[in-house]
Structure formats: structure tokens, C-alpha cells
């Protein structure tokens, strides 16, 4: 949901948020706050990616701002981006960003999201709902459910059903 706050860039890149929002064209986007199932989702996502990261030469970070036009900088729930050190907001594209639905979110808003993505030039984008426990993935232009979520050309990749049976294990 847009706030009727309008400022500049320079003004959001300098001030913190609790929790952080979104920056579409002058004005502040808040966030939908994940639940327990996003949360932990999120967590098992970036302890897998972690424990991957020297073999796929990448690094993992949560709710990270990405700058992904100039007037536009979007926060992932899960990215990974290539070994080396990175700015305070990233501008590259990442290597892969994903996107966990949370109980208010819809796949409309978070594709446009994605469509931010995917037009700053990150190669894979990830839709995992958590709720129907299924997952989509977008490369170039088409959207794909899959058990197994890949980065094509790399070795990334997350298998669905292992990740929601380590989600609703006691």
C-alpha cells in the first residue's frame, strides 16, 4: 500500500524504516510483513544458499535494497549475488532474486515487483508460495511451476518439496 509521503531518492536512501519499505517513483511502498511460514521459509532458504555459496561463487542476503531504475528500489525476501564485496544498495543484478508470498500478497503485486527484476537485468526470479506450496520461477519472459527451482547456465538451484518438508517438520 503507497503512503501519500512523496520524496527523493537521495532523501529514502538516507533514512532507515521499520520495517523497511519500498521506493516506486517518489513514493513509499510498505511492505507486507511475513508471517511464521514466510519467515522461516526465508530462513531455510538463505541457510541452504549459505551453505552453497563457494561452490556457486555467490552470496546470500535477505531484505536487501536493490536499486532497479533510477527512480525505483524494490527489497527482496531472499538474492544472491556474485562473490566480491558489495555498495550499501545494490545496483548490479543480482544473481537470482526470490519472492515469498506472504498471506496478504497476490501474485499480480508481486510480479510487478518481478517485472522490476527482470527488467534491471537479473536472469531468474523466484515465486515460492508458501500457502499452496508450490513455486514459480521466471526466465526472460515465461513463468513456470516446478518442483525444482534452477538458475539456468549455473548450478543454483532449491527443490520445493524437501524445502516445504523442512518447513512443516516439528
Excluded at 510483513?33 to 538463505?46: F, S, T
Excluded at 555459496?53 to 527489497?75: C, G, M
Excluded at 543454483?156 to 512443516?168: C, G, S, T
Aim: glycine letters at 4%.
Amino acid at each position: 500500500m503507497a503512503t501519500s509521503t512523496r520524496l527523493s531518492l537521495f532523501e529514502y536512501l538516507k533514512t532507515s524504516y521499520r520495517p523497511d519499505r519500498e521506493y516506486v517513483d517518489g513514493e513509499l511502498l510498505e511492505r507486507n510483513v511475513g508471517k511464521w511460514e514466510h519467515a522461516r521459509l526465508q530462513a531455510l532458504l538463505a541457510a541452504w544458499f549459505q551453505s552453497q555459496e563457494k561452490n556457486w561463487s555467490v552470496k546470500v542476503a535477505t531484505e536487501q535494497r536493490v536499486q532497479v531504475a533510477p527512480s525505483r528500489v524494490r527489497i527482496p525476501d531472499v538474492m544472491l549475488v556474485p562473490r566480491g564485496p558489495q555498495p550499501e544498495v545494490i545496483v548490479e543484478p543480482p544473481v537470482l532474486v526470490v519472492e515469498i508470498l506472504s498471506p496478504d500478497d497476490t501474485y499480480t503485486e508481486t510480479q510487478s515487483r518481478s517485472a522490476d527484476y527482470l527488467c534491471m537485468g537479473v536472469p531468474c526470479v523466484w515465486i515460492i508460495d508458501p500457502t499452496s506450496r508450490t513455486g514459480r520461477q521466471c526466465i526472460g519472459d515465461a513463468w513456470t511451476a516446478t518442483d525444482t527451482l534452477v538458475v539456468p547456465e549455473t548450478a543454483i538451484w532449491v527443490n520445493l518439496p524437501k524445502l516445504f518438508a523442512d518447513l512443516d517438520e516439528d
